[in-house]
């Protein structure tokens, strides 16, 4: 299970960066198409690269709440759920232990 939440991580990471450099060359491509300077090319390429960039943080915030449904789903609990667990059962045993 967790090998299959790395890969699709993974796979939305790469996603992202190629969306990224896709983005770049775009901006190079149309900068010479369209004779701009090298000024208003480079604000264009800044900002295509702030478009990837924001959209790779929405992919990666979308693939980490899909990865946290499937979890859910198939019934593993968090961390924090587990960390709570362990500490009911410590609490337990001192009281167990205490009798």
Partial sequence: ?????EKTLLTAL???SMSQ???EEL??????RLN???EEGKALVDK????ACDKQSELEQQAMDEVKKACERIGLVSREEFSTLCE???Q???QQSAD
Avoid: F, P, T, Y
């Fill in 88 to 90: 009911r059962v410590s």
């Fill in 1 to 5: 299970m967790l090998e299959i939440i």
């Fill in 27 to 32: 901006g190079q491509d149309l900068k010479q």
């Fill in 36 to 38: 701009l300077s090298e």
């Fill in 21 to 23: 450099k896709k983005a």
């Fill in 48 to 51: 295509l690269k702030k478009n």
């Fill in 92 to 94: 337990l045993e001192k």
């Fill in 14 to 16: 790469g996603a992202a």
